[in-house]
């Protein structure tokens, strides 16, 4: 069956710029969590949302950003006034549960100017 | 804090030849324990897990990893290593009682040489 699809697979903006991202995890699953990945480094968690809402939070580096999942499928990582500390790939992962295996989408590599 | 250490860089190994990866991990509950293998411009692929039960676990592509728990180990191995192996592979923990979050190490990149 169809993955964890991610869009855009690129996103490469300016400083200061409003950047939005995607993520459609694996149909049925109700868990989806969103990593942020630098460079040499291991994936870092961000947001956990059970259903709809925001389940776990605490990995949000600041204000800037925010995630949605309004009817609890898509979701949608958003990040205001980009800055250049905010490049690295966005990666998002789904699972049946909370205490399933997560599976990985391919990422989005998102560059700031 | 829980955390997962991955030693090593890099692992060099022919082909043909048994091929381990280390991880270590620092958590203060029971252990959930991943591994993950990424190719170049793809995601994170699921190798195989621990939860409990059984410390030898068996996964994809021939993959094995033992869960010691005196040295709070869960190394990655194989009997027969092949080019294709050659990926960056990430272990992860989660907690028993919150396992809302994978914590991931560094990574370590296997090169497995003809």
């Known amino acids: 069956g169809a993955g964890v699809s991610q869009t855009p697979s690129n996103k490469v903006t300016e400083k200061g710029k409003y950047v939005e991202l995607r993520c459609d995890p694996i149909s049925g699953h109700t868990a989806l969590y969103w990593y942020r990945q630098s460079l040499g480094q291991g994936p870092e968690f961000l947001i956990y949302f059970q259903g709809t809402g925001a389940a776990d939070d605490s990995g949000l580096p600041n204000d800037r950003f925010f995630a949605v999942r309004p009817e609890g499928s898509v979701s949608t990582l958003k990040i205001q006034r980009t800055e250049r500390g905010d490049s690295a790939v966005y990666l998002c992962a789904s699972s049946p549960d909370v205490r399933d295996t997560q599976y990985f989408g391919p990422g989005t590599r998102l560059t700031v100017l | 804090a829980q955390s997962v250490a991955q030693p090593e860089d890099q692992v060099n190994v022919a082909e043909g030849n048994p091929l381990t990866v280390k991880c270590t991990y620092s958590?203060?509950?029971?252990?959930?324990l991943f591994w993950y293998v990424q190719y170049p411009n793809r995601g994170l692929q699921f190798l195989l897990k621990y939860i409990t039960g059984d410390n030898l676990v068996k996964g994809s592509y021939g993959f094995e990893a033992e869960f010691n728990k005196s040295q709070t180990s869960f190394h990655l191995k194989k009997p027969s290593a092949l080019v294709s192996d050659s990926a960056l592979y990430f272990c992860?923990?989660?907690?028993?009682?919150?396992?809302?979050?994978?914590?991931f190490g560094t990574g370590t990149r296997l090169q497995v040489f003809p």
């Open positions: 958590v203060s509950g029971n252990p959930y």
């Open positions: 992860a923990v989660s907690l028993s009682y919150n396992t809302d979050k994978l914590i």
